[in-house]
């Protein structure tokens, strides 16, 4: 079965420091791994997407992942935190192959200090 | 179309009531998904359409619940009988057909608050 670890609840930075929000996944099959974010009373937006390319992935607003089978992990990290950065991160893992039904971890709040 | 968008963005009502919340998806996305989403959790999957048809429900969706997708296009969902435990906001996506693969694309959600 699959499923998602997001290993922190919570992870506080300060301003222009590295963000680190990690997630470890268990798929049988090989798997499409996901990024979202969320801010508060907002739906989900996919910040980016593996899908068995290249195992580093960019998205939107400097994040990037790895995808590391080995490790059975697809952290996300951003080189420089903002303030508008601060929202609820979620990871989420999907069976390639299949219907898009996607196994969503229970999110990490990201708070950002000035 | 800018989107995916669900109707009313708030909801509260008497617990045994029902309520009935609406989705209209990306009009070129054949695949549409309910989830739910509690306080300090992530969301979990509720149903599945591909067009009309409702391929899969969890577990999660007892009888009080239904879910319609007429003619392919906007989907609705339908809690009877409300308990306070439906309190929830309930998101509604919508992907192409393909492999998996494609992300979701979400809407703002319906907040149900039940008194």
């Known amino acids: 079965a699959q499923s998602v670890t997001q290993l922190d609840s919570h992870v506080s930075v300060s301003e222009g420091t590295p963000v680190l929000l990690r997630c470890n996944y268990s798929?049988?099959?090989?798997?499409?791994l996901f990024w979202y974010v969320q801010h508060p009373n907002k739906g989900l937006q996919l910040l980016l997407k593996?899908?068995?390319?290249?195992?580093l992935v960019k998205g939107i607003n400097g994040f990037e992942a790895e995808f590391k089978k080995s490790e059975t992990s697809f952290h996300l990290t951003k080189p420089s935190a903002h303030m508008s950065d601060a929202a609820e991160y979620f990871c989420?893992?999907?069976?390639?192959?299949?219907?898009?039904?996607?196994?969503f971890g229970a999110g990490t709040r990201l708070a950002v200090h000035p | 179309d800018t989107g995916v968008s669900q109707n009313p963005r708030h909801k509260i009502t008497k617990r045994g009531q029902n309520v009935t919340f609406r989705c209209d998806p990306i009009?070129?996305?054949?695949?549409l998904y309910w989830y739910r989403q509690t306080l300090g959790q992530g969301p979990e999957f509720l149903t599945y359409?591909?067009?009309?048809?409702?391929?899969?429900k969890s577990r999660l969706l007892s009888d009080r619940f239904s879910a319609e997708r007429p003619k392919g296009s906007f989907s609705t969902l339908e809690i009877q009988r409300t308990e306070q435990g439906d309190s929830a906001m309930y998101l509604c996506?919508?992907?192409?057909?393909?492999?998996?693969?494609?992300?979701?694309?979400f809407g703002s959600g319906t907040r149900l608050t039940v008194v």
């Open positions: 996506a919508s992907s192409p057909s393909g492999t998996a693969g494609y992300g979701y694309t």
């Open positions: 798929s049988s099959y090989s798997p499409s």
């Open positions: 593996y899908t068995s390319a290249a195992t």
């Open positions: 989420a893992v999907s069976l390639s192959g299949g219907y898009n039904k996607l196994i």
């Open positions: 009009s070129e996305h054949n695949r």
């Open positions: 359409f591909q067009n009309e048809a409702q391929l899969e």
